[in-house]
């Protein structure tokens, strides 16, 4: 026997890719951009084909499908199989310890892949759909789905084929019979007799609005510490315990929230792990300072979008684990167990529903016979929506407990149901810079300043704004309003940062909602500025010693040292503003014989640095799906403006 079959299945899905128009094609690239990722890039269609029913491929997308889907795919794989092996019986099985010729013979037989093609009334009919109703049309509105996610394709004849190996990955699962719509999650207190739930005193809006208004604040403060002093990663992976103890403190929120903000700005790019002879440490990318830049929905956005596809559970440690941060995940089950837990919550009405489960999680009591907790019944539709990524995984309800938390955490989820921007994030999670912007007001610009020296800014300040309160004043309190107090320690910071008494005032003017100052902080300014610089500290980068003195009045008037900037300060030594190494090099090249010394005054062998980096990532391309289809579909390359417009 041979794979004539699964051959002809790869043309089916060959010819129906090549009917796609080349925005189609480019969609479909998008939505499987992460399994294929992990693929050479496909040069020809058929080598899309072959990747997107590859073992591996396949293994991530099923976890993605809900439960019609999941259903239409493994009934026509079973049945394909067994038509198959009706068909075209392989060899029996070999007995045990046959020789390697007889192992391989049942193995090329094939007769566990699903290879012959299935008329669909055959697959209604095996769900209980045959008949026009709610469940045809489910299973028909599958089926499509399944063509345009290339998990199936047409036949000429009109008949369906299915990946080969899609009865391996689905055999071993039971999914019950075919429910053509989701369960409804039961609100709380809706068995009969319970006293009616009190209505929230706020609504899911206003909730979110003070969620994203925390959760912006202390992202903010959370960046400015890790720029202010890079954290330092432990040897095995991982911010050590101190350190997250140290951002949580800086950043004013728990451990498990600093963990979680940490996690996505590391998705998002807005921080890096940077590898130096002292270690690997974790501090701002350059795309930190075009986020500060940005209004403060748009800040937000690839925050959001990243815990959308993160492949971890960063607030949830699995027991006998530590708890840390900034390691890569590899929770592919994740993403899924986010969307099935979003999409259920968002068929709860918007007056309420069930609270989050407290944390550390408990399994809630079970009630009396014939009656389920609205958890048990939110993880029921939860489980249609992603099969085989919720109850069947370990862990199933402290994994949803501790994600449902982190939605809470970001403005998704509030009073048991999905606020607004919930509802955005799981309609597009590209698409969140006009709900974010509702929710959160401009940033401001000036501030209040007060006789008792202190300035409020009755919302968020500006990145402008912020670095000049911060450069002359402590941060005293946050809130709705955030207030800084200007004390001599705090102005000499300014003046040690290259401020000066004058420019600073007029800085802080034009910063006034007034356009003034009070006196006393005028007054502050000037008499930290006439102490300031009364005693010198010199800067020197390392000093060159010698005991004969005319030797040291020749360095100091070389002309070939002048990029040293040699000054003598004692008739034997001379400071360098160039560090050790430099300072070496420059002495020898101009024909002198310098030895390196210690601080402890003995001489120091020479070696060699053998530092390596790493290559940087290359940028992300928008318009690399389009132009990708593109060329499999044999079109040319789409100009800039049709790519710009096309780009899914």
């Known amino acids: 026997m041979t794979n004539l079959d699964a051959v002809e299945g790869l043309d089916a899905v060959t010819r129906s890719l090549a009917r796609r128009t080349p925005e189609q094609l480019a969609a479909l690239l998008t939505r499987h951009a992460e399994p294929l990722a992990r693929r050479p890039a496909p040069t020809e269609l058929r080598g899309l084909a072959q990747a997107l029913w590859s073992y591996e491929t396949l293994h991530h997308l099923v976890l993605h499908l809900d439960h019609p889907r999941l259903q239409v795919l493994a009934t026509t794989a079973r049945i394909s199989q067994e038509r198959a092996g009706r068909d075209a019986p392989g060899p029996a099985a070999p007995a045990p310890g046959a020789d390697y010729q007889s192992l391989m013979a049942h193995q090329l037989s094939f007769a566990h892949l699903a290879t012959e093609p299935v008329p669909p009334e055959d697959v209604y009919a095996a769900l209980g759909a045959a008949a026009p109703g709610p469940a045809r049309t489910a299973a028909e509105s599958a089926l499509r789905r399944l063509c345009d996610d290339g998990l199936a394709a047409p036949a000429e004849d009109g008949t369906i084929v ?44 206003d909730e979110s609005r003070a969620a994203a208004a925390t959760l912006a604040a202390t992202l903010d403060r959370l960046l ?19 350190e997250i103890k140290r951002l949580a403190k800086a950043a004013g929120a728990t451990e498990p929230h600093t963990r979680l903000l940490l996690d996505l700005a590391l998705a998002a ?30 800040r937000l956005a690839p925050l959001l979008a990243a815990w959308w596809g993160l492949w971890d559970i960063p607030t949830h440690t699995p027991p006998g684990g530590t708890p840390t941060a900034l390691v890569r995940g590899h929770d592919r089950h994740a ?44 993880l029921d539709a939860a489980d249609w929506h992603r099969p085989l990524a919720v109850t069947r995984q370990p862990m199933a309800g402290e994994r949803a407990a501790h994600t449902l938390h982190e939605a809470a955490c970001l403005g998704l ?27 959160l007001p401009p940033l401001l610009e000036q501030a209040h300043f007060q006789a008792d020296l202190t ?102 008037a070389h002309r070939d040292l002048r990029d040293l900037g040699l000054r003598v300060i004692a008739p034997t030594v001379l400071v360098s503003s160039r560090p050790p190494a430099a300072t070496l090099d420059a002495l020898r090249a101009a024909g002198y014989a310098p030895a390196l010394e210690s601080d402890t005054g003995t001489t120091t062998v020479e070696r060699l640095p053998a530092h390596r980096t790493k290559a940087p990532a290359p940028p992300r391309n928008s318009h690399a799906p389009l132009a990708l289809a593109h060329r499999l579909l044999g079109l040319p390359a789409p100009s800039q403006e049709a790519s710009t417009a096309g780009a899914p």
């Open 269 to 298: 790019d807005l921080i890096a792990l940077t590898r130096s002879p002292s270690g690997i440490t974790a501090l701002p990318t350059g795309a930190y300072d075009d986020w500060l830049a940005r209004p403060p929905g748009a």
């Open 455 to 556: 300035a409020v800014v009755p919302g968020r300040p500006t990145a402008a704004l912020q670095a000049l309160l911060t450069a002359a004043a402590d941060r005293e309190s946050e809130g709705h309003a955030v207030t800084w107090r200007f004390t001599p320690r705090s102005v000499r910071r300014a003046l040690d940062a290259g401020h000066r008494a004058e420019t600073l005032l007029d800085d802080l003017a034009r910063a006034s909602a007034t356009g003034t100052l009070p006196q006393p902080l005028g007054y502050l300014v000037r008499d930290a500025a006439r102490s300031h610089g009364r005693m010198r500290v010199l800067p020197a980068a390392c000093c060159i010693r010698s005991d004969d003195e005319a030797l040291v009045d020749e360095l100091a």
């Open 413 to 439: 989820v509030a009073h048991g149901t999905l606020t607004p921007l919930g509802r955005a994030l799981l309609a597009d999670p590209r698409s969140l810079d006009e709900p974010l912007g509702d929710l």
């Open 335 to 378: 993403p899924a167990l986010r969307h099935a837990l979003l999409a259920a919550l968002a068929a709860v009405p918007l007056d309420g529903g069930p609270p989050l489960p407290p944390l550390p999680f408990t399994e809630p009591p079970r009630q009396e016979t014939g009656t389920r907790t609205p958890w048990e019944d939110l």
């Open 224 to 242: 400015a510490a890790l720029a202010t002093q890079p954290a330092a990663l432990r040897k095995s992976g991982g911010l050590a315990v101190r």
């Open 162 to 205: 299915v990946p080969p190996r899609a009865p391996q990955l689905l055999a071993a699962h039971d999914l019950g019979p075919f429910l053509a719509h989701a369960p409804q999650p039961a609100p709380e207190n809706t068995a009969p007799g319970a006293p009616a739930a009190s209505v929230p005193p706020t609504s899911p809006y």
